[in-house]
């Protein structure tokens, strides 16, 4: 039975293990008869024969695309069984195993998946114990020491490029470099420890930090050892301060629990002192709004009050203590709206994104941006709308740490009607624009088709002429392209009746 040999360089290239694998199965080489050598391992002088040149027998079988996704990782590991691993495993699934890398009890497949899982876990590790310093007389350039367990680099890599990609940096490893000038990332032979900057003067302020960060009530030395083993200790300028931090954390803990109790430094808003009823009937709806109905009925908001004695400063103060409908409670803060007190086109959207609800102002997140970009290619000036949204408060639900937006409710739009009436006395704008369907709920009620009747000029019961038009939300929402090209171009053309002639924001005479 012929013997070959499969080399493979860089050792932990997926695709150059992918092109030896497929000639070996179309040379019907069965795993026993392949010796599998490194790129940085020289072949003997009786080295068998290269199976890259090995006539072809047969065409390659199908391989599951599961092990397709397992090679890269388990390639980046140091056992030198791992090529012939692979290739038995690509073997076995070509020749009546279709399903092998789904049975978990296989000892092939176990031995693959914890090679794969101990290189996932020393890519973590890279990740989060990387220090960059920087580079003496080279400004805005930073190099890092890190001591791999495993061939990572150029896995992990393309993670610092995106990471930190406004500065130059390089990461030095016994076996590998990578280097990221802004643009570019390259890969190169290894370095030595002395190649580095032992320490810059950031490192004292970072430590200086992590000092006053460090809550001794919470300390547990041996997941924290678990979590940050001792070896990397010596990369890392906050580790010189754990043993006196340790030392010292039982007499800080004991002196914490010794101190009277402080009330939370988060300041909630209490209750409007003037707070009443006055709030319209709210809509019959659906089991949620069941819950919120019940919530309003058990605690009345505040009353934004009438009359010409209050100003928009008043009503986004009393806003604030707003307790209307559960949305507040979640909520950063309460998102008035801003503009000028007396201009001429108010523009409605629907409610708070994430960036709003941070900033306290609409308007600010990506839709805000879009609809920028949409007045400005107008020729109209943002500053002069009053912009404000029928909702004054972030709806959203989470998903581990991210804020996903939700759709407020009907009975969230009635809850906050009341501000929004208030804004229209104060603002008495001469044209109104509704972002969304929300917002044309808001101020035109049920009924409203949106992409029927969007771009369709109404004269309210004052005498205001208004219309709506799609949100930019739902613009950025389209994954198509062309669909979202298309979207933003109908967007542009309903704003556009706000363009006047001469230039100015002042709305045209509608048809």
Known sequence: MARWSARIEPCWD????????????????????????????????LAAPDVVGAPVLVDAPRAPKALFELAP????????????????????????EPALLSNPADADVQRAQALAQAVRRDAHKMKAFVRFRAVPGDEGAFIAWFEPEHRIVDRVAPFFARRFAGMRWAILTPYRSAAWDGATLAFGDGGARSDAPDDDAREELWR??????????????????????????????????????????????????????????????????????????????????SGIRERLDSGPGPDP?????????????????????????????????????????????????????????PFTGPAGQLLDRALGELGLDRARFYLTNAVKHFRFER?????????????????????????????????????????????????????????QWRTLRDGTRAFATVHPAWILRQRDPAAREAAYTGFVADLAQLAAPDDSTDPPTPP
């Not at 388990?74 to 009546?96: A, E, I, M």
């Not at 200086?208 to 924290?224: G, K, S």
């Not at 101190?259 to 909630?268: G, K, L, N, S, T």
């Open 73 to 96: 990782a388990v390639l980046c590991h140091r056992d030198p069984q791992r090529l012939g691993l692979l290739y038995r495993l690509l073997w076995r699934t070509g020749h009546g």
């Open 399 to 455: 998903r581990g740490k991210q804020r996903l937006h939700r759709n407020p409710e009907a009975a969230h739009v009635q809850a906050c009607r009341p501000w929004l009436a208030r804004e229209l006395e104060q603002v008495r704008p001469e044209v109104v624009v509704c972002l969304g369907a929300t917002a044309a709920l808001a101020l035109f009620g049920r009924g409203f088709r949106l992409m029927e009747d969007r771009g």
């Open 305 to 361: 009050g009438t009359g010409p004695g209050q100003s928009l400063d008043t009503l986004r103060a009393a806003a604030r203590a707003c307790r209307a409908c559960p949305l507040w409670e979640p909520a950063t803060q309460t998102v008035f709206g801003e503009g000028p007190a007396d201009a001429r086109v108010l523009l409605l959207g629907e409610q708070p994104g994430d960036s709003e609800d941070l900033t306290g102002r």
């Open 208 to 289: 200086t930090y992590y000092a006053h960060i460090f809550n001794p009530a919470r300390i547990n030395p041996r997941m924290m050892r678990q979590e940050m083993p001792v070896k990397y200790w010596k990369h890392l300028p906050e580790a010189q301060l754990l043993p006196s931090l340790l030392q010292g954390a039982g007499a800080r803990v004991r002196d914490m629990a010794a101190r009277e109790a402080q009330a939370p430094r988060r300041r909630i808003p209490q209750r409007h002192p003037t707070q009443t009823g006055g709030r319209g009937e709210l809509p019959s709806g659906n089991g949620r709004s």
């Open 14 to 45: 997926a695709e150059a293990w992918r092109t030896v694998a497929r000639a070996a199965l179309r040379a019907q080489v069965p795993p026993q008869d392949l010796d599998w050598i490194e790129g940085d391992h020289a072949a003997s002088l």
